[in-house]
């Protein structure tokens, strides 16, 4: 599809000046401010440091995004390929490593048969992975005690494929009327028992203790992308104790957080959300995506019941909630890879089981800062953390200084930028200026090739993976 597919907006490299990326946004009528200018060392408002209400201490505004690889074993420890991601983390500069990537609390609930899974078993390379982490950061800044570094916790719900790279054995809290249909499953496809999501509560608790141990500073309770912890919050046709009313809806939240305050205190924790979603879309004429038919849709939290606009009125309970529980941590995302994803990670080319863009994917950036705006405006008290910038490609510092210096999040964090070019943000804070040929221009590969059961990377410029007999399997799957 890239090959052929002529996009109808501009490439973000062709709007080379500050003026011509603002007519565009201008003529567009995309509201992304940013900053013409770009300041560095000190006054860099990416350098800004943070200190949390714990003490533990955040060294600049920048956030590395957890990114999975699908290259654990199958017992879900990390492997060569794991090691090297993590040490790009850790190399990037970011003093912020939010969850690394997401890390299974059971055997089932993986995404793929290769995630990394935390337990009894796995927790000496979970110690060695930490410690790498902090040698590697050590050795080439000299400096951990404001380096900030969590682990994404997961149970992958509606999609989880534990066994096989192609068969799903999704686990579901409740029939959702589009989803059921497009993965294939029956109306009365069987649903998670209360006694089961009680243990599965039970492993987060555990695997938070065992990060603990680990040296990890914090635990993300995941609640994204349609993941088990998204999924509760809109179960609004569950019956029982985790469905129905947003206090069943949030009651996977506050158990967990509550085990982990009594089995691990001291341990931070941390929410990725997402903050608004839509309804899923799907391929339609000429391959650009389209939304699914429902009316009204009533399970995209905080999306209108349109089905393509937010409405983050429930995500703001949420987010009540975490302060109630005194937690301070939080990063926004928004929608599902598996759905909607130009609304959760805005691309030129989508993955193999996408669809074109329905818009500027500049829209899609714009649309999740504004999001992430509204909610540090709201809740001060949040250290927040912004995605998707990765589209920005040129102008991500621009967009992201701008962001800072004007208090719409805390952190920019990044996600497929630092998999092509993993030093970006170092060379941000030391002004060094972006290096053209290590900007990832969203060809989807890294999304593309765990769809089709291969391990992820960014096979175009990552000149290991360019390498691997995995891009030419690849090209081919897209006829090129
Ligand atoms: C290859 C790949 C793996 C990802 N793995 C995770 C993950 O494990 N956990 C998670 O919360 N998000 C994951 N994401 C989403 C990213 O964290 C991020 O939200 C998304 O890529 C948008 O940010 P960006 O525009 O900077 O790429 C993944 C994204 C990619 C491309």
């Not at 990390?78 to 939010?98: D, I, V």
Request: charged fraction near 25%; charge should be neutral.
């Amino acid at each position: 599809m890239s090959g052929k597919y002529k996009p109808p907006f501009p490439r973000v490299a062709q709007l080379k000046t500050a003026e011509l990326f603002a007519q565009h946004l201008k003529k567009e009528n995309i509201q992304l401010d940013f900053d013409a200018e770009l300041t560095f060392g000190a006054d860099s408002p990416f350098g800004k440091a943070h200190t949390l209400r714990s003490g533990l201490k955040i060294g600049n505004s920048m956030c590395i995004l957890p990114m999975e690889g699908w290259d654990g074993t199958e017992d879900g420890r990390p492997t060569e390929l794991t090691r090297r991601r993590w040490r790009n983390f850790a190399l990037s500069g970011a003093k912020l490593l939010w969850g690394c990537e997401a890390v299974a609390v059971r055997p089932e609930g993986r995404a793929n048969p290769n995630q990394l899974m935390l337990n009894e078993q796995t927790f000496q390379d979970f110690v060695e992975l930490f410690e790498f982490l902090q040698t590697t950061h050590f050795e080439q800044f000299r400096d951990t005690s404001n380096l900030l570094i969590g682990l994404q916790l997961t149970h992958s719900g509606r999609f989880c494929k534990p066994n096989d790279k192609k068969k799903m054995e999704p686990r579901i809290l409740y029939p959702h009327p589009v989803l059921n249909k497009k993965f294939g499953l029956a109306e009365d496809y069987p649903l998670l028992s209360d006694a089961e999501i009680d243990s599965i509560i039970d492993d987060y608790v555990k695997a938070a203790v065992l990060a603990q141990k680990a040296g990890f500073h914090f635990v993300d309770v995941k609640h994204c992308h349609g993941y088990l912890g998204h999924e509760f919050l809109s179960a609004y046709d569950r019956e029982g104790k985790y469905g129905g009313n947003f206090e069943n809806r949030t009651r996977f939240l506050r158990d967990i957080v509550s085990g982990i305050r009594a089995a691990a205190p001291g341990l931070e924790i941390g929410v990725r959300m997402s903050i608004f979603d839509w309804v899923p879309f799907q391929k339609g004429p000429e391959e650009i995506g389209i939304p699914a038919q429902v009316h009204p849709y009533r399970y995209a939290f905080g999306g209108k019941e349109s089905g393509t606009s937010a409405d983050m009125q429930e995500s703001f309970l949420f987010l009540q909630e975490l302060e109630k529980l005194g937690i301070e941590l939080f990063c926004t995302t928004a929608g599902s890879p598996y759905y909607n994803p130009h609304i959760q990670r805005p691309a030129l080319f989508p993955p193999s089981d996408g669809y074109l863009p329905p818009e500027d994917p500049l829209c899609g950036v714009a649309r999740q800062i504004k999001a992430t705006a509204e909610i540090k405006a709201a809740f001060p008290g949040l250290y927040v953390v912004g995605s998707a910038y990765s589209y920005l490609q040129e102008w991500l510092p621009n967009v992201g200084q701008h962001v800072l210096k004007k208090g719409m999040a805390d952190s920019i964090g990044f996600g497929r930028m630092v998999l092509s070019y993993p030093d970006m943000p170092a060379d941000i804070i030391a002004g060094n200026g972006m290096k053209r040929a290590k900007i990832c221009r969203t060809f989807s590969d890294c999304t593309t090739a765990p769809r089709n059961g291969m391990i992820s990377g960014c096979y175009p410029l990552d000149p290991l993976y360019k390498k691997m007999p995995e891009y030419e399997q690849l090209k081919a799957l897209k006829g090129e």
